[in-house]
């Protein structure tokens, strides 16, 4: 049963710190996506990648996050320093390419006190 | 003109009945609109899709009506049950591109 997975599920950190969130893509998929998902804003897309080579990451604060493949395995999503508005459900999806199905993983609950 | 305008924002319905979740859209690009179906704790899951050919798409019990004129889709969801109880996004992309415009979300109950 593909499924994307993430890690960790949940991140509770104090503001300032630094959080990794990371992503194993379904095997074979070769688009992935970072969401941010809140009560107010709903499901924002934060970035996104083709073959492992960002194509956007317009939806990303750039001073702060960053996001990363460092290989078809693994998709990672950083935020340096995280701060309480942050405070979201971040999911990573994968595909096999343009409009078709993405496959949302569980989400990572992130709280930055 | 991007955007996607989802309504209404929380629905209850009774058990048996139909749920109705309207979306409506400006850009007359877009030409692939899925609904996602969220139950809580998890990931969105693709529920049902459809292109503007087509002006209605039947799954079981999930229907997408399509207007093209009115740039208007909608969800109908037959003799809903408790286990439908979830939220439901809608969502569209352009010819040949990755990205998703999603709607704002409906939360839907259905009570028993």
């Known amino acids: 049963d593909a499924r994307v997975t993430q890690t960790p599920r949940d991140k509770v950190t104090e503001m300032g710190q630094e959080v990794t969130m990371r992503c194993q893509p379904i095997?074979?998929?070769?688009?992935v996506f970072w969401y941010r998902q809140t009560m107010m804003q709903g499901l924002e897309l934060l970035a996104y990648f083709r073959n492992r080579a960002p194509l956007d990451d317009s939806g990303m604060p750039k001073d702060r996050f960053s996001a990363e493949m460092p290989d078809a395995t693994l998709a990672t999503l950083k935020i340096q320093p995280s701060e309480p508005r942050d405070s979201a459900v971040y999911f990573c999806?994968?595909?096999?390419?343009?409009?078709?199905?993405?496959?949302f993983g569980p989400g990572t609950r992130l709280l930055v006190l | 003109q991007q955007q996607v305008k989802q309504s209404p924002q929380s629905l209850i319905v009774q058990k048996g009945g139909i749920s109705i979740i309207n979306c409506a859209y400006e850009n007359t690009a877009f030409d692939y609109f899925p609904w996602y179906q969220q139950f809580p704790g998890k990931g969105p899951a693709l529920l049902i899709a459809?292109?503007?050919?087509?002006s209605e798409k039947k799954e079981g019990r999930f229907t997408i009506s399509f207007n093209k004129s009115a740039k208007q889709f909608s969800l109908h969801i037959m003799d809903s049950q408790p286990g439908d109880s979830a939220t439901y996004f809608c969502a569209a992309s352009f010819a040949g591109t990755y990205k998703y415009i999603f709607g704002t979300g409906t939360r839907l109950k259905v009570l028993a």
């Open positions: 999806a994968s595909g096999l390419g343009a409009q078709e199905t993405q496959y």
């Open positions: 459809i292109r503007p050919d087509v």
């Open positions: 095997l074979g998929h070769n688009t």
